[in-house]
């Protein structure tokens, strides 16, 4: 099994620009998530969905746009990138979605570069 | 808040030596988590330890709980070059939805 597959691993973008990372699990994973990582500032997770056609937002949402129309997939769109956005995004998942959360898996990141 | 708060927020050992490592948190919970990440990768799961639980082992990694006391212990033992990265601790509380919030992380280095 590829676990979760991230794409790409390296973007850089110029302020303004739209962009869409990529997530994909095959493990049948109703819980999704992503979260950016910063020197500094731990994690902080941005969106998550509990399943298909289901998400809410996590600590710092603006400026993402999510949508979960399969189980498999959870891209994360950037509406207009901006330097502030300039980070290492890490999409999860799980298999469980209600009172004891389960172990997350992690994909190996995507590093933003917004210039 | 949930999120958990690790310490120290760096620990430096020599090989073979142990290392523990701290996680203190606010809320009460339904589990706590350790995650651990290398340089440039993902997380990846280490233990969870149910909030009934206060003891868990796996391997060389021995996680203690007090829920008294809200806070969590991770120790390594005999530690080896290839321990050399940063642990998280996640403590979970389901709020009417499953969020795992994370701390800033421990950097352990095992020096040879």
């Known amino acids: 099994n590829a676990g979760v597959t991230q794409t790409p691993k390296f973007q850089v973008l110029k302020t303004g620009q739209s962009m869409t990372l990529q997530c994909a699990q095959d493990?049948?994973?109703?819980?999704m998530s992503w979260y950016r990582q910063d020197p500094g500032m731990g994690l902080r997770l941005i969106h998550y969905?509990?399943?298909?056609?289901?998400?809410d937002q996590g600590e710092v949402p603006n400026g993402y746009n999510v949508s979960r129309s399969t189980t498999e997939d959870f891209p994360l769109r950037l509406l207009s990138a901006a330097p502030s956005q300039t980070s290492v995004y890490f999409c999860?998942?799980?298999?469980?979605?209600?009172?004891?959360?389960?172990?997350?898996?992690f994909g190996e990141g995507s590093r933003l570069t917004v210039l | 808040s949930q999120q958990g708060e690790e310490d120290p927020q760096a620990l430096s050992i020599q090989e073979g030596e142990n290392a523990t490592m701290n996680c203190s948190y606010k809320?009460?919970?339904?589990?706590l988590q350790w995650y651990r990440q290398n340089s440039g990768r993902g997380l990846v799961h280490l233990i969870l330890?149910?909030?009934?639980?206060r003891e868990k082992h796996s391997g060389r990694l021995r996680v203690t709980l007090d829920t008294s006391k809200k806070s969590s212990s991770l120790l390594i033992t005999a530690s080896r070059a290839a321990d050399t990265a940063s642990y998280f601790c996640?403590?979970?509380?389901?709020?009417?939805?499953?969020?795992?919030?994370f701390g800033q992380g421990t950097r352990l280095t095992i020096n040879p």
């Open positions: 493990m049948n994973h109703e819980y």
């Open positions: 996640a403590p979970y509380l389901f709020q009417g939805a499953q969020k795992l919030v």
């Open positions: 969905s509990v399943g298909a056609g289901i998400t």
């Open positions: 809320t009460s919970i339904n589990n």
């Open positions: 330890i149910r909030s009934n639980e």
């Open positions: 999860a998942s799980s298999y469980s979605r209600v009172r004891v959360a389960g172990e997350l898996f």
